[in-house]
């Protein structure tokens, strides 16, 4: 039985999204405002630092604009947009064949580039843990990584990652487990975690 | 501490090492160049439907091309066949003279009995003042004489002296 399309019209994505349907072109912009942030660190964060992203997340949002006219809301916007997303990260590391492994980058630019500390000594130490645990997030299976990035930063449960990642409910708190296990490890030799 | 609760404080150690990472920056003119592809590609699929239509659309003009060809002809005085019989060839040799008058019409379109040169015989039984009988027995008359011409040549051959080879009469 098909969930009440009803549900979820106070969701930011599916009102625009159905906007968009009906016609109004302007939705789609707001879409992709709303939304390339998110969708750019979810590929980022899957696929690792080489390589550049945009393609995909252009490739992203034109499957969102093909889909217009079939579009019936059957859930949450991002289900769907993540959903998008995660096949063509996928698509990308399978073309690729190419583990996740990286060393890790020189300098430390995204955690400098976060602005957030006035302390230039406190701004470095801080990009130095950020480039640590971006690392070992980088080092985790991609399995791991993808619920945990899906969990953490996007924010999803467990059902709503299963089902991106067509799985149990279970198999998902698994792999989160021993994803949260690993990191924890890898930063405790990093002296990050006591 | 118990296990849970030291897990618990593990976890949320864990979480504000993840929240380290900044948000992944979106590179400045993306939505535009996103729109470039979109136009693209829309353009891309016009095209594609316009040259799906293009078989439908010959078809259609090449109907109506004989749509108006059709209605022409049959404006301008035209008939479709009606499948009435038409008579058999004629055979010049055995024809009757009643089969000949059965094909005047065409004769006349030939403008052959209007030819002084032909057939007399013809032209008089294309004649409507004329008794069909009397043009018959004319036309027997004239090649009864043009028999009779050649029988006299032939005549006059074989009198003739060393006329042949040994043909003549002896």
């Known amino acids: 039985m098909n969930p009440d399309p009803d549900r979820f019209l106070d969701d930011p994505g599916v009102a625009l999204m159905l906007a968009f349907r009906d016609g109004d072109d302007e939705a789609f912009t707001r879409l992709v405002e709303l939304y390339q942030g998110p969708v750019f660190g979810m590929l980022r964060r899957i696929l690792g630092p080489r390589g550049s992203v945009e393609d995909l997340a252009q490739e992203t949002f034109l499957r969102v604009w093909r889909s217009r006219d079939g579009y019936r809301p059957t859930g949450k916007f991002t289900t769907f947009l993540y959903r998008i997303t995660y096949n063509l990260a996928l698509n990308r590391l399978r073309d690729e064949g190419r583990r996740p492994v990286r060393p890790l980058p020189e300098g430390a630019e995204e955690g400098l580039a976060d602005g957030a500390s006035p302390d230039p000594v406190e701004a470095a130490d801080r990009g130095d843990r950020a480039a640590l645990v971006r690392a070992a997030l980088d080092r985790l299976p991609r399995n791991q990584r993808t619920a945990l990035v899906l969990q953490h930063y996007e924010g999803l449960d467990l059902a709503e990652i299963g089902s991106l990642m067509g799985i149990s409910a279970k198999a998902v708190k698994s792999l989160l487990h021993r994803a949260r296990t690993r990191l924890r490890e890898e930063l405790t030799d990093h002296g990050l975690l006591p | ?170």
């Open chain 2, 1 to 170: 501490m118990t296990d849970t609760s030291r897990h618990d404080a593990e976890d949320r150690r864990l979480d504000d090492l993840l929240d380290l990472l900044p948000p992944e920056p979106v590179p400045e003119g993306f939505a535009e160049r996103l729109a470039e592809r979109i136009a693209a590609e829309e353009g891309a699929a016009r095209r594609r439907r316009r040259f799906r239509l293009l078989p439908a659309l010959v078809s259609a003009a090449a109907a109506a091309v004989l749509f108006l060809g059709a209605g022409y002809w049959l404006g301008s005085g035209g008939a479709l066949p009606t499948g009435e019989a038409v008579a058999p060839p004629l055979d010049g040799e055995t024809a009757s003279l009643d089969e000949l008058y059965a094909y005047r019409d065409l004769l006349d379109s030939w403008e052959l009995l209007e030819d002084p040169d032909l057939e007399p015989g013809l032209a008089v039984a294309a004649s409507e003042t004329t008794p069909w009988d009397q043009a018959w027995d004319w036309v027997a008359e004239d090649a009864a004489a043009v028999e009779a011409e050649g029988l006299d040549a032939d005549a006059a051959g074989e009198a003739a002296p060393g006329a042949g080879v040994g043909g003549g009469r002896r």
